[in-house]
């Protein structure tokens, strides 16, 4: 066997995944949503660039005898970050596999797309049951190795000649760049996840914080407020133009003090929509539910 090649093909996986680990940060949706939507682009891009490179960097495991690595990085790309990721990986991955034409053109394309289909048809499943599992990855190994002897059967005897003498090295090499190296990129999104969890509760301390904070100081000049309306009214006759502006001041100042007992009540962090060219502010009666 050729460790060169190995190396080099696990070498392309890590940088995958360290790439990939960047991604979250870069593209963050809570600090830039607008940006976050250019991340299934990117990482499609450049898993296939690693699926081409894979493709020319084939692994010998005997005289003559090659495997490709090449649905790996799709098959990763696709189960853990999105199915329109996938879509863009496995669309370059296949033209460029049919721009280099040969007898196997055809088969290697079909197989390309079959494995983004059955990655995302995974990833379905693995959401419904809350995350990418080993089971899911596992799953996931074996149908690509299905698929991928497919691709050999369909170029007939020829085509399972060739698969024969490497069907347990395609097997070793799927369950350990699928099935296990899956975890390791599902271990950077539940890290980044958490981490977005203490975000998302360190904000909301923050935001709680204040709006009580804010929320006291307001409600004892209001106290004063409405106690000197109150009193103002008993000096007025209650049809005159003078009581109805007390009265409204009186309903205004009500209004205060509701927003204010909302204010301590705050459990999450809801945005109101934005007007104008003015950002969008916290909502506080989404906020207080």
């Known amino acids: 066997m050729d460790y060169h090649h190995v190396v080099e093909a696990a070498g392309a996986i890590a940088l995958g995944l360290i790439f990939y680990s960047y991604t979250w940060r870069w593209f963050d949706a809570q600090e830039s949503p607008r940006r976050a939507r250019w991340r299934p682009l990117v990482n499609g891009v450049v898993f296939a660039l690693l699926a081409i490179l894979m493709t020319k960097s084939r692994i010998e495991v005997g005289d003559g005898r090659f495997i490709d690595p090449r649905l790996i990085p799709l098959a990763l790309v696709t189960l853990v970050e999105s199915s329109l990721a996938g879509a863009i990986a496995g669309a370059i991955t296949a033209a460029y596999r049919l721009w280099l034409g040969g007898g196997g053109a055809v088969a290697g394309a079909l197989g390309i797309v079959a494995t983004v289909g059955a990655a995302a048809a995974v990833r379905a499943w693995a959401r419904r049951e809350g995350g990418v599992g080993f089971r899911h990855s596992l799953a996931l190994a074996i149908v690509v190795y299905a698929i991928t002897w497919g691709t050999f059967l369909i170029l007939g005897r020829r085509g399972a000649a060739l698969f024969a003498p490497v069907w347990l090295h395609t ?21 980044r996840a958490a981490e977005a969890a203490r975000r998302d509760a360190a904000q909301l301390r923050a935001v709680t914080l204040l709006a009580r904070a804010a929320a006291h100081e307001i409600n ?30 009186r309903e205004g100042g009500e209004r205060i003090r509701d927003i204010v007992a909302r204010m301590n009540r705050i459990t999450q962090v809801e945005e109101a929509p934005q007007i104008g060219a003015l950002p969008p502010i916290l909502d506080i009666k989404k906020s207080s539910e």
């Open 171 to 191: 097997l070793v090499l799927y369950v350990v760049g699928i099935g296990l190296v899956a975890r390791l990129f599902g271990d950077v999104v539940a890290g």
């Open 220 to 249: 004892n000049p209001l106290t004063a407020v409405l106690g000197g309306l109150g009193l103002a009214a008993r000096k007025l006759t209650p049809d005159s133009e003078e009581a109805k502006w007390i009265d409204r001041a």
